[in-house]
């Protein structure tokens, strides 16, 4: 036994972290042991803190430590407007890149009755009151445009209807940059097939 | 903001582990939100009690939990066999590698007299007192054949002198599997002066 008892323990709980493998772990236990406790001890307290006391958002369910969000608690952001997500990392790519100053709801998934997901599950009873309450005029759906979660956003339009809210998708097609021939040919399809007017 | 507070927190926190960037560290963090925060708990407990309880073995150094770390304390080890190596996880590396049974002698690093590494941060002192207590009558330098390298072994011959030890050093040269041609210069010429009989 070279590692024995609590370093190994140490060892094998930092591979619950995702892209982390046995030799990455063992790196990290090292480093934090012999370079720099002080942060592995910070890590240890933010980690447990974090664990305990962040939940969801209320009003679009991304992860917050209070029950309102940052942004939906912003008198900044356009309330008209309610960009429709699957996940929390969704929303961080989205403001980085974009100058989007609306709203968010977070599904946490993509509609799957195969593995158990329903309507219930990705909150869509909460969305669909935020749609029919008033106050939202449009609702980008920024999904993946897997199988899946083309049937969310077909379902997600189904529930919209009846309320004033105009639903949009955002665009599909050839990435920028991106050289057609190493397009896959459903991407290329698509693109083509919605092409716009120059 | 779309990661406020203690979100953000816990991202920079897990910036402290070597190899996670922003974008890893942002990964990580909503995973064990999301998916595993019975896992993140384990993981923060485990890293708090290790970086309390982990300390040095007083005899070789490694880091252990106990006083005599589980090698030093096996009566199952050669204890006439000393390998000297630089980090604890060269250690984990000769066990995992070799069928080496013998014990071992950590420096913590290699002299570097520009970065303040001296014999005593290297802890040579106690490393003489064990060559010349008796009981050992070999000595392994498993040290990294870098010039500081060189000269930290040169200096643990020095100090073994008049003790009955013998000194060796593992062999440097070609790695096995190794194209010659893509084997750096200093390393070819060491393996030929190296060179041993067939």
Same mark, same amino acid.
């Given at each position: 036994m070279s590692n024995p008892g609590l370093l190994n323990e140490l060892v !094998? !709980?930092?591979r619950c972290l995702p892209g982390v493998g046995p030799k990455s772990a063992q790196r990290m236990a090292f480093h934090l042991l012999q370079r720099d406790r002080d942060a592995g001890r910070h890590l240890a307290r933010v980690m447990a803190e974090a664990m305990e006391r962040i939940g969801r958002c209320r009003q679009c369910r991304t992860l917050s430590e209070h029950a309102l969000c940052a942004t939906c608690a912003s008198p900044k952001r356009d309330a008209s407007l309610l960009c429709v997500v699957e996940q929390p990392s969704d929303i961080a790519a989205i403001e980085q890149a974009t100058d989007y100053r609306g709203l968010y709801f977070v599904l946490g998934g993509r509609l799957s009755p195969l593995d158990g997901i329903g309507p219930e599950e990705l909150h869509l009873d909460l969305l669909r009151h935020r749609l029919h309450e008033g106050g939202v005029s449009e609702a980008i759906l920024a999904i993946s445009p897997t199988v899946e979660g083309s049937a969310t956003a077909h379902y997600i339009t189904g529930i919209a209807e009846g309320s004033?809210?105009?639903i949009t998708r955002i665009? %599909?097609?050839?990435?920028?940059?991106g050289e057609l021939e190493l397009v896959d040919g459903g991407t290329l399809? %698509?693109?083509f097939a919605g092409r716009t007017h120059l």
């Open positions: !094998a !709980a930092l004033p809210v105009r665009a %599909h097609g050839v990435p920028l940059g399809a %698509h693109a």
